[in-house]
Each structure stands twice: as structure tokens, then as C-alpha cells.
């Protein structure tokens, strides 16, 4: 039962990873059953072999690179979205373990998927917001913080899943609070 405990919290953890950038969780999860540091269902062992490590460390890296370009960041948004909603249930499905199908499914689809497009939908959201108000100065800054999020998300949910989880819930809250004070005021005609 730990085991498949640690597996969700790791699912989730990763998902929200995927949310700030798409192919850094899938890289780290690569590495991760690569050293065999952890189990992975059995229909995803392929994604520890060499050559997904190498093509996953490589789209990570392009992708990364992508993002500090203002123009192409906005346009990556458009495709990203419903991208991390595929790859957060991916993770999801990808980690977890112990399961029957349906709870393992609807895990993947609730928890990873819904995390990871709530989380990207809110960034994109947010780089839209700094181009719009910068001319696009500020978008490396948000992206290299992007980035920088979907690192530290991803390998705490390897070593910290709980603490993984905690920063989800802080993340989540913080997304509601920015467009609670973004949402237009109602106005009261008189």
C-alpha cells in the first residue's frame, strides 16, 4: 500500500510539473526508470529506455530554449495546452501502480490531467498578461521561473512526494487567488 500511495503522490506531483513545462517531468521520469529509482507500470517501462531518455532530454531542452522567446512562447501556448493535459493523465497513468484500471484511469485523467491543465492554462494566461503589458520583456523572466518550478516540481515529487503535494495545493490556491483579484469587479448601476 505505501507503495501505491507513492505512487500517486508521485503521479500528481509530476503532473503538476507538466503544467510550467510539458517535457521536463517526462525527461525526469525517463532518468528515473532509466537508474531504476523507481517502478513504473508495466506498459510504460519503455520510456526508461536509452533512446527515450536521449529524445526526451533533448525535447526538454528545446523546449526550454523555446519558451525564452517571447513571440514563440505565446504561440507554444496554443499547442501546450491541451498538450499537458495529455501528458499530465500520461504521467499519472505512467506511475501508477497497484491499481485497478478504473481507479488508475480515473486518477490519470482527474488528478494528472486536470492538475497539469489547470496549471498551464493559468500560465499561459500569465505570459499572455506579460506581453501584453511588457511588449514581451518580461516573458524570459516568466518562463525562466516556469522552468525553473517544473525542475523543482518534478524532483520533489521523486524525493518529497508529500512536500510535492503541499506545493500543488499552494500553487493551485495562489493560480485561484491572481484570477480572483484579476476578475472584473461587478459594478452596481445607480
Do not use: C, H
Not at 505505501?2 to 500528481?12: D, H, K, N, Q, R
Not at 500560465?123 to 520583456?137: E, F, K, N, Q, V
Not at 512536500?163 to 461587478?186: D, E, G, Q, T
Request: overall charge negative.
Amino acid at each position: 500500500m505505501p507503495e501505491t500511495i507513492f505512487s500517486i503522490l508521485l503521479g500528481i506531483g509530476l503532473a503538476a510539473s507538466v503544467g510550467f513545462r510539458i517535457f521536463v517531468p517526462l525527461f525526469a521520469l525517463s532518468l528515473a526508470s532509466y537508474y531504476q529509482i523507481i517502478p513504473l507500470n508495466e506498459n510504460w517501462e519503455w520510456i526508461g529506455s536509452s533512446a527515450a531518455m536521449i529524445t526526451l532530454g533533448i525535447a526538454t531542452v528545446v523546449e526550454i530554449g523555446a519558451y525564452l522567446i517571447p513571440w514563440l512562447d505565446n504561440l507554444l501556448d496554443v499547442i501546450a495546452v491541451p498538450l499537458a493535459a495529455v501528458a499530465g493523465t500520461a504521467v499519472m497513468l505512467s506511475t501508477a501502480v497497484d491499481l485497478d484500471p478504473i481507479i488508475t484511469w480515473s486518477l490519470a485523467i482527474i488528478a494528472g490531467g486536470g492538475t497539469a491543465t489547470a496549471i498551464k492554462a493559468s500560465t499561459s494566461t500569465a505570459r499572455l498578461t506579460a506581453t501584453a503589458t511588457t511588449g514581451g520583456i518580461a516573458n524570459p523572466i516568466v518562463s525562466t521561473v516556469e522552468s525553473g518550478t517544473s525542475i523543482i516540481m518534478a524532483v520533489l515529487a521523486f524525493v518529497a512526494p508529500v512536500l510535492a503535494i503541499v506545493f500543488v495545493i499552494i500553487i493551485l490556491w495562489l493560480l485561484f487567488k491572481v484570477f480572483k483579484w484579476f476578475k472584473p469587479k461587478k459594478q452596481i448601476d445607480g
